[in-house]
C-alpha cells in the first residue's frame, strides 16, 4: 500500500530527509526556558518511514542530535547534545514511535529546555553554560529513516547500529544567552 514503506526503498538522496530548526535566533537569560521546532521533512518522492520525529521524551535511543557549539572559541567547542535523555523512566521504541511521511511531508515538534543547561557534560549546576553566543544544529543519524521493525530483516534487529553514521544537518539556529540581573 502506499502509506507502507517497503524494505526495497530507494536509495538516499542527499536531499533526503531535511531537517530544519527554528526561529533563527533566540535570545534568553540563564535559568529561562527556550524553546526550538524541529521538523523532518520528507524530500523524497516515495513514503518513508521516520523514527520518533517528535522525540518521545520516554524513549531512550535517539536518532537526532541537537547540539550546542561557540565558533568563537579556539576549537570550536562542542558542548554537547541538548537532546540526551534525562534521568528517569524510559522504555525502547515501540511501533508507534514510527510515523510515515508522504513526499512532501513534514513532522514538527516543540523542544524545550532551559537555558544555560547542558545535558551533554551532567547534569551538576556547575555544568551551567556561561552566558554567550552560542550555535544549535541538528544531526540526523541514520536510524532515523529506518523502516518499522516489522520492515526489517528479523534475523538482525532495527537497532544493531543504533544510531549509526551522520546523514544530515539542518540549518544552524543561534542562542544568545544572557547573565541573570536581579531575578
Known amino acids: 500500500p502506499a502509506d507502507r514503506a517497503s524494505p526495497e526503498q530507494p536509495p538516499i538522496t542527499a536531499a533526503w530527509p531535511a531537517l530544519e530548526l527554528g526561529p ?3 535570545q534568553s537569560k540563564v535559568g529561562h526556558e527556550v524553546e526550538v521546532e ?4 520528507n524530500r523524497s518522492s516515495t ?6 520525529p517528535f522525540l518521545n521524551p520516554f524513549v531512550r535511543e535517539r536518532a537526532m542530535s541537537l547540539r550546542v557549539t561557540r565558533e568563537d572559541m579556539d576549537t570550536g ?17 515501540g511501533s508507534l514511535d514510527w510515523v510515515m511521511l508522504p513526499p512532501g ?8 529546555f532551559w537555558a544555560g543547561e547542558d545535558r551533554g557534560i551532567g547534569s551538576k549546576p556547575e555544568n551551567i553554560l556561561p552566558p554567550g553566543t552560542y550555535s544549535l544544529q541538528l ?5 532515523l529513516i529506518s523502516p518499522p521493525p516489522l520492515l526489517v530483516d528479523p534475523r538482525r534487529g532495527w537497532d544493531a547500529d ?22
Open 139 to 143: 544531526r540526523g543519524y541514520s536510524s
Open 47 to 52: 513514503v518513508r518511514g521516520v523514527w520518533n
Open 105 to 112: 511531508g513534514r513532522a514538527s515538534t516543540r523542544f524545550r
Open 77 to 93: 567547542a562542542n558542548f554537547g547534545d541538548l537532546l540526551s535523555p534525562r534521568d528517569g523512566s524510559q522504555t525502547g521504541a
Open 24 to 26: 533563527k535566533k533566540l
Open 162 to 183: 543504533f544510531p549509526g553514521p551522520e546523514i544530515c544537518r539542518s540549518n544552524r539556529i543561534e542562542l544568545e544567552i544572557l547573565p541573570r540581573t536581579g531575578d
Open 38 to 41: 524541529i521538523t523532518v521533512v
